[in-house]
């Protein structure tokens, strides 16, 4: 029986990519929690272990959720240690389990960040052998246990990673293609669009599809974490393999948001890029809901929208940093914008996109450009209201 209750109320950090907060701060409070705090790169609250695992299988925008184990103040490693020689980890992690440790540490008198990580990995292990004769396996790989610290200034916390793995990490994703989208950032993306699985949405360019999968798990009410398994607190002594087991069937209970589905289309000009999204797709278990077409974009076929319906158009072409060269990308983005104003009318059509100079070879107004980060790419989200009864079939020009 450990001393640790995981159905004790303690400080959660729910971690994302930079400019994401809003769309995740959305959805933690969509499941019930109340925000605490908040920075650039997460959101706090206070949950149970049982409630911060439930969110691993519901948030589609977060990368990690921290379930906090200890915190102390904390001025040198020699403080460190002590600290982290002195927490019952015999009650946390058996001595048969793999362990791996994270830290973000700032503090001046640690040059090398691996330090602090190998000191609290020894601590561990040392105080489990101690204890029980034997000693847990380390290393980096994230499928056991994963401890995280976070060392700033004069204090310092330490963390029960409640996944492991990147939750981004779906599973769907064999096969990504050239320059594919991470999963999390598709979805913070379609939230900055006003996506929210109801409308209709034409991916061309779609490459390995999963702006087109995010959207058609959110049409079928899909909780985005099901395609997993396993995670990391199953394999701590603080058995919750039943609760866990028990989320999963009720996460299975989909809650489509529209009884009848709008139509997804993605398309590729390029026979693998469409393979590669058909088989995720099928993976993820949505390809019912996305026609896949091989074509140019520009003859991507666009569903008609009838009154009270409303449609996306979603393009992330390459920007000519990882992809491409800028010069034979811009007619691809002048293309793009007349594309919308011909053949997207009563649609808002989007870019995204890391290239501000071709960004303006759309030559439509954009009615909003949100910042994302691609890896550690700036990008822009540029929305454009393409109005039915503009007789241009899109809003102003902007040259
Ligand atoms: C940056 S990738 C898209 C990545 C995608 N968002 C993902 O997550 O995998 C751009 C895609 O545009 C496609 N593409 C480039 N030019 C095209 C064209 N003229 N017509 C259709 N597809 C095109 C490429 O084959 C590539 O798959």
Request: charged share 25%; aromatic share 6%.
């Amino acid at each position: 029986m450990s001393s640790i209750d995981p159905h004790k109320r303690r400080h959660t950090r729910v971690a994302c990519a930079e400019h994401v907060v809003p769309y995740l701060r959305a959805e933690v409070e969509g499941l019930g929690h109340e925000i605490q705090s908040e920075d650039k790169v997460s959101v706090s609250i206070g949950a149970t272990l049982v409630e911060a695992l439930r969110l691993t299988l519901h948030l589609r925008t977060a990368q990690q959720v921290y379930w906090q184990l200890d915190k102390t103040r904390c001025t040198s490693l020699k403080m460190l240690e002590k600290w982290a020689r002195s927490y019952p980890w015999e009650d946390l992690i058996p001595n048969d389990a793999y362990l791996s440790i994270s830290s973000n540490v700032a503090h001046p008198s640690v040059t090398n960040t691996m330090y602090p990580n190998l000191l609290l990995k020894d601590a561990i292990v040392d105080r489990i052998k101690e204890r029980t004769g034997e000693r847990p396996d380390s290393g980096p790989d994230r499928s056991g246990v994963v401890i995280q610290l976070v060392w700033k200034g004069d204090r310092a916390w330490i963390y029960l990673n409640v996944n492991g793995t990147r939750l981004s990490d779906r599973g769907y994703r064999k096969l990504p293609h050239q320059a594919p989208m991470s999963e999390a950032l598709s979805s913070a993306v379609l939230m900055g669009m006003g996506y929210d699985g109801t409308q209709a949405l034409v991916n061309p360019m779609c490459g390995s599809g999963t702006l087109a999968i995010e959207a058609a798990l959110m049409m079928a009410g899909r909780a985005p974490g099901l395609q997993r398994n396993d995670a990391s607190v199953l394999h701590t002594m603080l058995e919750l393999d039943d609760e866990y087991l028990e989320m999963r069937r009720e996460a299975r209970k989909s809650k489509p948001p529209i009884a009848e589905p709008m139509p997804i289309i993605a398309s590729d000009h390029d026979p693998a890029a469409i393979d590669a999204a058909r088989r995720n797709a099928k993976t993820a278990g949505v390809d019912h809901l996305i026609e896949f077409e091989l074509c140019d974009f520009r003859d991507t076929p666009i569903p008609p929208i009838h009154d009270g319906e409303h449609g996306h158009v979603i393009f992330n072409p390459e920007y000519g940093i990882r992809l491409g060269e800028t010069d034979e990308l811009r007619q691809v983005y002048r293309d793009i914008g007349f594309f919308f104003k011909d053949r997207c009318r009563g649609y808002t059509g989007h870019v995204f996109t890391g290239s501000k100079s071709l960004s303006t070879q759309v030559r439509l107004r954009a009615s909003s450009r949100l910042p994302f980060n691609n890896g550690n790419i700036p990008c822009r989200l540029l929305s454009y209201e393409l109005y039915a009864e503009h007789p241009d079939g899109a809003g102003q020009s902007a040259d």
